[in-house]
């Protein structure tokens, strides 16, 4: 008989098309609530652009320009500036499905005020407000998503949850695009407004149905209820199922270890040169995220068009709905290839695209502003599509996802936190910045991007690693590097890359199929299942050596679909 072993959760996951698969279908639908949080991210900030577009915003509101234009925009990244270092205190503390649902009552409270908002000061509150309420949705949503993800689906759904921004922004411009024809009425931007209330509605009251993070559970002493969700999503209803077994040791001992390391405060985050690591590649990515050249667009599309002598409204909306579309798009196909392209080289064609095209884009602009060239003004058109097909493909599925990924658990929430907060100081800073840059400096202010573009691949090439192929807590621990230097690594990776698990099983197929159990189901022989043995070291301590469960297992396996009914399983 083959010896064969089966010792990684690439081989424990279900081989079959995942929607056959129960368990992972409600996950899936379980999940869908919590990216909403980033569709509701993505219509506010699309509507912030589209309502700068209606001549009926524009009008009631004394048609807002530099600095107050600044502050209209920005005051909704100041009320979420406000409430970082609250959230992941809500997040850790409360539960992830708990910050979901307070940051989506306060939304629904800004909500209404923005939608019969009879002043601007009104209308500057109301946009906080929303700020406030989404930064505790934003911190805790995608750790739900990707602590919930089934393993295999893990990296392609919480890319998918920066790219759920697209859909957002979407619904948000072609509602602006049919709206601006309401003439006369603020019903025209009060209509948005309304409809932003939505997906908050939707996550209040149906967050209550979707499962808590199994990790969170085991972190608060709730290893039983953490064992049924694994169990009911990723053992399809079998909490005695290998993967359950295996997912719930490798948690359980990650965040053991994690604990024995004492109280995690800001402070954690640059305690360690793993951490120093980290955040460094965090910050980064905040950073580059807004500073790319994207805010000119996605704030400001008005007074880029205009800049190329594009004024009607209709074109400018109609131009607005078009690059959604086209954006999302692109970010949900590049979503889609995250485990197979990895994440550095999706990051490395994004910095050196973008650099390339927005260097066209600047080339183009300045034409057009110097001859009035009808062909300019187009191309220059044709390279913003251009530009956001490079942004897209690395920064909008992954910004979110890369991040999360690579923090370990008991510094998950404050580590995505200090993103968000760096993000929200790059936005003010942005969105103040540049609409009185753009008025006195016109197209020689996108020399500064080309400059910071050459800056942003430099930093990529230089530190962000790939980690695909890699459950959670291995990823998390990939930035600890050697023990003598960092104190926690992982010694041996229990998971391959699965590429190398279907090598040994067509290699196995061809040395001849396993032989028959009685009941016909083909059968492996015992093996020994051992996770990633961790290792950490602390000075005056010396090091030593913990791993988690090992496991006798007798599976009986059918040789196409990995598992079998639990019924047919013997340990």
Known sequence: MDQQQWPTVADLVDRGPWYRNRGIVLVNFCIVLALLTSYTNGFDGSMTNGLQILDQWEEYFGNPTGSTLGILTSVQNIGGFIALPLAPYITDGLGRRKGIFIGGVIMLGGVALQAQAQNVTQFIIARGMIGFGMTFSINAAPLLVTELAYPTQRGSITALYNTTWYLGSIVSAWTTFGTFRIKGSTWAWRIPSILQALPSILQCTLIWFAPESPRWLISKGKDEEAKRVLGKYHGNGDVYHPLVDYEYSEIREAISLEGELGSVSYWSLFATPGNRRRMRVIIGLGVFSQWSGNGLVSYYINIILETVGIEAAGTKTLINGILQIFNFGMAFTAGMFVEKIGRRKLFLTSNFGMLVVFV??????????????????????????????FYDIAYTPLLVAYAVEILPFAIRAKGFAVMSFTISLTLIFNQYVNPVALERLGWKYYLFYVGWLAFEAVFIFMYLWETKGRTLEQTAVLFDGEPENDGLFVEEVGVPKLRDVEKQRRQSRKLGSPPMAANGIKEHEPTSVSPAVIRRDRPGTGSSTKSSEHYEMKPQYEWERGYTSPRDVKF
């Open 360 to 389: 066209g884009w600047t080339v183009t602009s300045a034409v057009f502003q110097d001859t009035g060239s009808k062909v300019a003004a187009n191309f220059t058109i044709v390279m913003i599509f251009l530009y956001y097909a």
